[in-house]
């Protein structure tokens, strides 16, 4: 099992900057892959970044890119998802998740077995 905590969720307004992380506990050596996903009010859950253990080369939703940035800090057992120039469309809730295997769908849903409770971004214009 892994154990994953949202945090960094708030009120920003439209063209603001935050960055939520996402601590991981628990048997975090069995996570291949963590992503970030959200999910908007009506709408399904949609993938927003994602970054295997340990590599470097991430992945983004065609929404977020060049806005977002995922990253990671192993030493900490966190991911980070940086979110720059925030439009009031990025309003959702924001899900951390962990996949323990390596996938060629980073960013669909069913590749995760593990999630977070989810912090709440809220983007005004």
């Known amino acids: 099992q892994v154990q994953l905590v949202e945090s960094g969720g708030g009120s920003v307004q439209a063209g603001g900057s935050l960055r939520l992380s996402c601590a991981a506990s628990g048997n975090i050596l069995s996570a291949n892959c963590m992503g970030w996903f959200r999910q908007a009010p009506g709408k399904p859950r949609e993938g927003v970044a994602a970054?295997?253990?340990?590599?470097?080369?991430?992945y983004y939703g065609d929404s977020v890119k060049g806005r977002f940035i995922i990253s990671q800090d192993k030493a900490k057992n966190t991911v980070y998802l940086q979110m720059h120039s925030l439009k009031p469309e990025d309003t959702a809730m924001y899900y951390c998740?962990?996949?323990?295997?390596?996938?060629?769908?980073?960013?669909?849903?069913?590749?995760?077995?593990?999630w977070g409770q989810g912090t709440q971004v809220p983007v005004s214009s």
């Open positions: 998740a962990a996949a323990p295997r390596r996938t060629y769908y980073p960013l669909k849903m069913g590749e995760y077995d593990y």
């Open positions: 970054i295997y253990i340990g590599g470097s080369n991430p």
